[in-house]
Each structure stands twice: as C-alpha cells, then as structure tokens.
C-alpha cells in the first residue's frame, strides 16, 4: 500500500510559479501511475495531470494545459507537479495518489489511491 506526502504549496501572485513535490513515505511507488488532484472551497476534488509508472506518459486537464508539467522520479520515489503561468482560479488543496486507470479526467473511472494531507495553494490576485 503507497502512502504519499506532498509540500510545496504556498502563496504566490498571478502569474507566478510553484513547483509541489509527493514523496511516497512506504509502498512501492515505481509500479503505479501517479495523479495529481486539487480540490477548491464548496468544489469536488478534480483531476489535473497524471504520469505513468515510466515516467514517459502524460496527460493534463484542460485547465491547466501548457501552464502545468508533472514529472517523476522513480529512484527518488517522488513524483513533481511544476506550476507556471498561475492564476487565481488555481487556488486550492492539491493532492496527489497513485491510480491504475489512464487517460480519464473522472476520479471515479482513475480509482486513485494512498492520498496524502494536501498542500495549499493560493494565487492572489
């Protein structure tokens, strides 16, 4: 069983960048793709990009394309979401889990799991 922990988030003006990090704390992280997530006051948690296990595969949520890069190190066991281009609408509770669906948007379809606390991120205006 994969537990995550992400940091990172923070406050930060329009336009600016941040760059969140989810470390596996147990579990083997190697074989799993990884999700991250995000969810806004009064919103559902959303999805916002995925990587596969290699690390070669990616796929974002409109939203964010062309602003957002998730990576992964797999000998570090920590996956990366890179934030650039931020904008107020970006502010939220970001998560990160291991999933083994790919290509969907709908958490249901994903079946993410091993969620960490959260990291806030909040992008004034």
């Known amino acids: 069983q994969v537990q995550l922990v992400e940091s990172g988030g923070g406050l930060v003006q329009a336009g600016g960048s941040l760059r969140l990090s989810c470390a596996a704390s147990e579990g083997t992280f190697s074989g799993y793709n990884v999700g991250w997530f995000r969810q806004a006051p009064g919103k559902e948690r959303e999805f916002v990009a995925g990587v596969d296990f ?6 974002y949520a409109d939203s964010v394309k062309g602003r957002f890069t998730i990576s992964r190190d797999n000998a570090k066991k920590t996956a990366y979401l ?40 909040t992008v004034s205006s």
């Open 54 to 59: 290699s690390g070669r595969l990616t796929y």
């Open 82 to 121: 890179q934030m650039n281009s931020l904008k107020p609408e970006d502010t939220a509770v970001y998560y990160c889990a291991v999933f083994r669906g790919w290509g969907s948007q709908r958490l249901a379809e994903l079946g993410p799991t091993g969620w960490g606390q959260g990291t806030q991120v």
